[in-house]
């Protein structure tokens, strides 16, 4: 998978070097290019904003810039882009769309910042490629970096060949509609306070029964929006019953 970042704080992106994502660059299961937008500018203050039309606090991300930056990056694509666009106003980012998301061959993400780029690059892009304005969650950021950091890990974990254990992602929170229950490891006591029973009991079938039950218990104290989504065979009989 090729991703591209573009944004005007590089180094913000220098995490994608680091730990998991660093080992998939390495191995060659993707290949991420950071961009700094600013590269696109033609004057001598190389600026990338301007005020707003219908006047408001803040500053908009020119158009003519995001333009010439997003023509240039996909214009080496090998495979059509699918441009992402951080942003609150968007529609929120799910282990579904992650999952999609790992079946492409080239993301590209446009991190804004201010008050976000102006309306017409999206529109434009949309035009040529398929575009998804997507927010990380209901709360405001400076800039969309962080979002793609998090957008580009929920992703790339999912690559075959990334995670040591690619059991680990099918067990995961949100992929049987759940949250995940609660994980111990030794010490079997620590600070009075001990490892339940059954996990310790070599039980498979035990485990895996008390584990969907502390995955139920959960999601329905914390997320039962999520209960509410699950179609009627996810549920078993002792489910209903809890
Ligand atoms: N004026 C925008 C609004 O109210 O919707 C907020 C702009 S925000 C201060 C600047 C940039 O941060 C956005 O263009 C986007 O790239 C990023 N951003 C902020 N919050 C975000 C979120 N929840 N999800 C994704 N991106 C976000």
């Not at 660093?22 to 005020?51: E, M, P």
């Not at 803040?58 to 666009?85: F, I, N, T, Y």
């Not at 890990?153 to 990334?162: N, S």
Request: proline share 7%; with cysteine; glycine share 8%.
């Amino acid at each position: 998978m090729r991703i591209d970042v573009l944004t005007i704080f590089p180094d913000y992106l220098a995490p994608v070097r680091e730990a998991l994502l660093g080992k998939a660059i390495d191995r060659g299961r993707i290949s991420v290019g950071v961009h700094d937008l600013r590269d696109w500018t033609h004057d001598v203050h190389r600026s990338v904003d301007d005020s707003p039309y219908g006047g408001g606090p803040g500053m908009v991300m020119k158009p003519s810039v995001w333009g010439e930056a997003l023509d240039s990056v996909c214009a080496d694509a090998v495979e059509q882009p699918r441009l992402v666009v951080p942003t609150p106003a968007g529609v929120t980012f799910d282990q579904p769309t992650a999952r999609r998301w790992s079946g492409e061959q080239h993301l590209v993400f446009a991190c804004g910042r201010y008050e976000g780029i102006d309306q017409r690059v999206i529109d434009d892009a949309a035009r040529r490629m398929p575009v998804e304005e997507v927010s990380i969650g209901d709360y405001v950021l400076v800039g969309g970096e962080v979002a793609a950091l998090t957008m580009i890990e929920a992703v790339v974990r999912l690559l075959p060949g990334v995670l040591g254990n690619p059991a680990s992602a099918e067990q995961d929170s949100f992929s049987d509609g759940l949250l995940e229950g609660p994980c111990y490891t030794r010490p079997e006591t620590w600070r009075g306070l001990s490892v339940p029973e059954v996990l310790r009991s070599g039980d498979h079938a035990a485990v895996s029964r008390w584990q969907r039950d502390r995955a139920l218990e959960r999601t329905v104290s914390r997320r039962p929006d999520l209960i509410d989504a699950l179609a009627p065979e996810q549920l078993d009989d002792r489910d209903r019953a809890l």
